[in-house]
């Protein structure tokens, strides 16, 4: 989606899914065209923040937020444990790029189904217990989005200088 595509006039639920749809192109966007090797180039020292890793969060982002809180499903994450709490972005010197493009594609395929089913009052639990609503974990996920794809934009301006959406 483009950004000029997303509704100016439309109903809350519409354009909060537009937005979401729209960063998660933009983070698409940011990855495409690149090697597996240019996929694992860390931001700037100390960090170890890749867009590969960045992938692997946002896959378990979704997962947790909609699989997880939304529809009360019984999973863990992907790449994090509660070994590992930053798995999806230490693990990647060997991980398979497609894998995880496939997988967060997939994540993301499966959140869409969860909010056709609900509305957006429609609630769920995080894992303190804390009950929080469809619409506020779109607000969310616009967020999260928003601020790692500042990172991406940054990382993929060093990898091969390419900026914008």
């Known amino acids: 989606?483009?950004?000029d595509e997303i509704p100016r006039n439309d109903d809350e639920r519409i354009t909060l899914l537009a937005f979401l749809d729209w960063q998660r192109g933009t983070l698409a966007l940011k990855c495409a065209g690149l090697s597996p090797d240019?996929?694992?180039?860390?931001?700037?020292?100390p960090s170890n923040l890749t867009l590969l890793g960045l992938l692997r969060h946002m896959a378990d982002v979704e997962?947790?937020?909609?699989?997880?809180?939304?529809?009360?499903?019984?999973?863990?994450?992907?790449?994090?444990?509660?070994?590992?709490?930053?798995g999806d972005f230490d693990n990647v010197a060997t991980a398979d790029v497609d894998e995880a493009m496939a997988n967060?594609?997939?994540?993301?395929?499966l959140a869409d189904e969860i909010m056709s089913r609900r509305a957006l009052e429609a609630t769920g639990y995080q894992r303190t217990g804390?009950?929080?609503?469809?619409?506020?974990?779109l607000n969310h996920m616009i967020?999260?989005?928003?601020?790692?794809?500042?990172?991406?934009?940054l990382i993929r301006q060093a990898i091969d200088g390419a900026t914008g959406y």
């Open 130 to 137: 804390r009950e929080v609503s469809m619409r506020w974990i």
């Open 104 to 109: 967060w594609r997939e994540e993301c395929g």
């Open 143 to 153: 967020e999260e989005y928003s601020r790692h794809n500042g990172h991406a934009d």
């Open 63 to 86: 997962r947790g937020w909609f699989r997880r809180t939304l529809a009360g499903e019984d999973i863990d994450d992907r790449y994090g444990s509660d070994d590992d709490v930053d």
């Open 1 to 3: 989606m483009e950004y």
């Open 38 to 45: 240019q996929m694992r180039i860390a931001s700037v020292p």
